[in-house]
Every structure is written in structure tokens, then in C-alpha cells.
């Protein structure tokens, strides 16, 4: 069974920058558990929908990030610790919001994160970030 646990949520002032981290077990990131998969992470702040921040596909890496967090987010891997993580920087107040991980299996590509607010298939609990001014 597929689990996903994120770690790493924590108040910050705004410009600061902190790395969320998405622990899988029961599926492997590098690996093949599933023909071909989309992994993203997402976010719901207070009484908004949920959103996409970023999207990757499992085959060829490739990543899509919301245009609203181009260039201040970026998505890493540690094969060994089979684990991704988003690392964010010049945080806003607007950042502040649940952050969720999820995996689903795919076809030959995935949304963009513009345009879905999620995916189906495993998700973690969530790690909150309040980013205060």
C-alpha cells in the first residue's frame, strides 16, 4: 500500500525559504510501481480551493510549476531516502496554506499545475506553512 508523509511545514517570515519533504513507502520515486505516475504537491490555504504548485511525471522528469511560484520554488529527489522535496523561497503571506504531497498513476504525460487541484491516487496528511509578514 502506497503511503506518502510530508515533513518540513513551519511558520516563516515572509522572504524566507523552507524545504518540504515527501517520504513515500509502497512506492518508489525512481522505480517502476506503477507504469507511469504524475507526483505533485499542492496546497489549500483557509477557505480557498485546493491548488497545484507543482507536477512531475514519473518517465523523462517532467516538471510544471503554477505560475505563481515559478522561479521561488523548486522540486528535488533523494533516490536513496525515496523521498522529493520542495524547497521554497521568498516566501509570501500568500504562500501561507496546507501543503500536500500526492502520486496517481498516469498516461504519457500529466496536468499542468495550473490547471488541476489534484491528483488521483495516494496522498499524504498534508504539513501546514503560515508565512506571516
Known amino acids: 500500500q502506497v503511503q506518502l508523509v510530508e515533513s518540513g511545514g513551519g511558520s516563516v517570515q515572509a522572504g524566507g525559504s523552507l524545504r518540504l519533504s515527501c517520504e513515500a513507502s509502497?512506492?518508489?520515486?525512481?522505480?517502476?510501481?506503477?507504469?507511469?505516475?504524475?507526483m505533485g504537491w499542492f496546497r489549500q490555504a483557509p477557505g480557498k480551493e485546493r491548488e497545484g504548485v507543482v507536477i512531475?511525471?514519473?518517465?523523462?522528469?517532467?516538471?510544471a510549476f503554477a505560475d505563481s511560484v515559478k522561479g521561488r520554488f523548486t522540486l528535488s529527489q533523494d533516490n536513496a531516502k525515496n523521498t522529493v522535496y520542495l524547497q521554497m523561497t521568498s516566501l509570501n503571506p500568500e504562500d501561507t496554506a496546507m501543503y500536500y504531497c500526492?502520486?496517481?498513476?498516469?498516461?504519457?504525460?500529466?496536468?499542468?499545475?495550473?490547471?488541476?487541484?489534484?491528483?488521483?491516487?495516494?496522498w499524504g496528511k498534508g504539513t501546514q506553512v503560515p508565512v506571516s509578514q
Open positions: 500526492a502520486v496517481g498513476k498516469s498516461g504519457s504525460s500529466c496536468p499542468k499545475a495550473d490547471d488541476v487541484g489534484g491528483l488521483t491516487g495516494y
Open positions: 509502497g512506492y518508489t520515486y525512481s522505480g517502476h510501481t506503477f507504469r507511469s505516475a504524475c
Open positions: 512531475r511525471h514519473s518517465e523523462g522528469g517532467t516538471t
